[in-house]
């Protein structure tokens, strides 16, 4: 840890260092414990640097989105916690969208709609940011973030600077190239399609109704926690319902009572709460109908 902070101290990134952060502050389900360093870079040379330090340290590093998808340890990250919040900007030219990747999804949905452009729509309402979105190749009512993607702008694991056009063959079902590259996304470009606003409202409203009243995000929560499966025949939710597991509860982390693919913290659950009613939903619908439940939901940091 004193090395950790030596080296941030020392280095001039243009942006915000912090120690000891907690990190309930930052993901959806309110829950997880500190990074020994968090750091704000105020654009790709800061983020360049930090990376830079942490990599000639050899000290480990997370790259934070908008803190979806995710559950945390209660005893945090150990290493540098490198949060993309900076990379918000976003702008348009004819009916290319370029936005950065720590935009959150919700406000790019609505920016685009603002400009008459469809594309995003589906994402609205959504927590998390566009830089976790195009990690988990997010999908919802038919539409992945994939099908509209032009390039993407990364910084490499060796540091540099390059731009990613996508390859249909590299993408799947919540699945993308970055989960097997340690790179950063800086931004994204998007084609997108020329329609009325009032239209892309409209349309983004309906998914905002659908959303609020499956209570998908009522109370704290990484919304989904298991991917769907089409061998299953019905949505995991359905499967965990028909399990009588609506409800469950281990702390204050319980399976909602409205959507049987969502944990929610109830109150002042912890990580260990949370991991241990998703553990109960998969030993479950394993042992009684035979069926291996896939995470959607990522552990990261320091776990048993």
Not at 11 to 38: C, K, M, Q, W, Y
Request: aromatic letters at 8%; hydrophobic letters at 40%.
């Amino acid at each position: 840890m004193d090395t950790l902070k030596k080296c941030f101290e020392k280095i001039n990134i243009r942006g915000e260092v912090s120690f000891d952060e907690p990190l309930a502050r930052h993901t959806t389900f309110r829950v997880g414990g500190p990074a020994d360093v968090f750091v704000t870079p105020a654009d790709a040379d800061a983020l360049i640097v930090a990376l830079s330090c942490a990599r000639e340290n050899k000290i480990p590093v997370f790259l934070l989105g908008g803190g979806a998808n995710i559950l945390v340890s209660d005893r945090g990250i150990r290493g540098v916690v490198v949060s993309m919040q900076g990379f918000s900007r976003i702008t348009h030219s004819d009916d290319r969208l370029v936005v950065g990747s720590g935009l959150p999804v919700s406000d790019a949905a609505e920016y685009a709609a603002a400009h008459g452009l469809e594309g995003l729509g589906f994402l609205y309402s959504m927590p998390g940011s566009v830089g976790g979105a195009l990690w988990m190749n997010a999908r919802c009512y038919g539409s992945s973030i994939s099908d509209i993607i032009e390039h993407v702008d990364i910084i490499t694991e060796d540091l540099q600077l390059e731009r990613y056009t996508v390859k249909p063959e590299q993408w799947n079902y919540k699945i993308s190239p970055f989960q097997t590259r340690r790179v950063a996304i800086l931004e994204a470009t998007f084609r997108m399609s020329p329609d009325d606003p009032e239209s892309i409202r409209a349309r983004m409203e309906c998914y905002r109704a659908d959303r609020d009243a499956k209570g998908h995000f009522s109370a704290p929560s990484a919304g989904s926690v298991f991917k769907n499966n089409r061998e299953f025949g019905e949505p995991t939710g359905a499967i965990i319902d028909k399990l009588g597991l609506r409800g469950f509860r281990i702390g204050d982390a319980k399976v909602s009572d409205v959507h049987a693919n969502i944990v929610v913290n109830a109150g002042h659950a912890t990580a260990r709460d949370v991991d241990a009613v998703i553990h109960r939903l998969e030993t479950e619908v394993s042992e009684r109908l035979g069926l291996r439940l896939e995470r959607e939901v990522l552990r990261v940091g320091e776990w048993d």
